[in-house]
């Protein structure tokens, strides 16, 4: 199976499903694996949680590296939220344009917001009345 991606540039007719070229004969991608829907279905929440703290600092969206082009591709909020629930509904991601002459500034990596979510989680438990000393763990952790 083709690993599934959060924003994948894809390439052919119909890529996505929605496009009107897409016919009976396009062989459609396999369903997700609930393995991989559960992934997606973190990545989506996960999301949120950057979004929510850091588009109020003036973060734009994710900057993502893109293996088939070897460029970083720009991705607001929306619109990656949508790749995500795209790929949830539809097995893959189709093409999208990407924003006119972005400031790479605007954007960070997955990892540089995950690792800022978790900053801003430590501060918050030690910051608690309890007196308990957050542990720094990944949203993805289990209990």
């Known amino acids: 199976m083709v690993p599934v991606s959060a924003f ?18 396009d062989q459609r991608p396999p369903p997700l694996t609930l393995e991989e829907r559960a992934g997606v279905l ?6 949120e949680v950057f979004r929510t703290l850091l588009e109020p600092t ?17 991705v607001d909020w929306a619109l990656m939220a949508a790749n995500l629930r795209q790929l949830l509904d539809e097995g893959q991601t189709g093409r ?14 997955w990892d540089y917001a995950s690792g800022y ?10 910051d608690e009345p309890t007196g308990r ?4 763990r990944h949203a993805r952790d289990d209990d």
């Open 58 to 74: 003036g973060v734009k969206g994710i900057v993502v590296d893109c293996p088939d082009c070897d460029e970083e591709h720009h």
């Open 96 to 109: 999208h344009e990407p924003p006119f002459d972005p400031d790479p500034d605007d954007y960070v990596s």
């Open 133 to 136: 000393h957050g542990t720094g």
């Open 42 to 47: 973190d990545d989506l929440a996960e999301l």
């Open 8 to 25: 994948d540039d894809g390439s052919g007719p119909g890529f996505g499903g929605s496009d009107p070229d897409f016919g009976p004969g």
């Open 117 to 126: 979510a978790d900053g801003v989680a430590a501060l918050a438990a030690d």
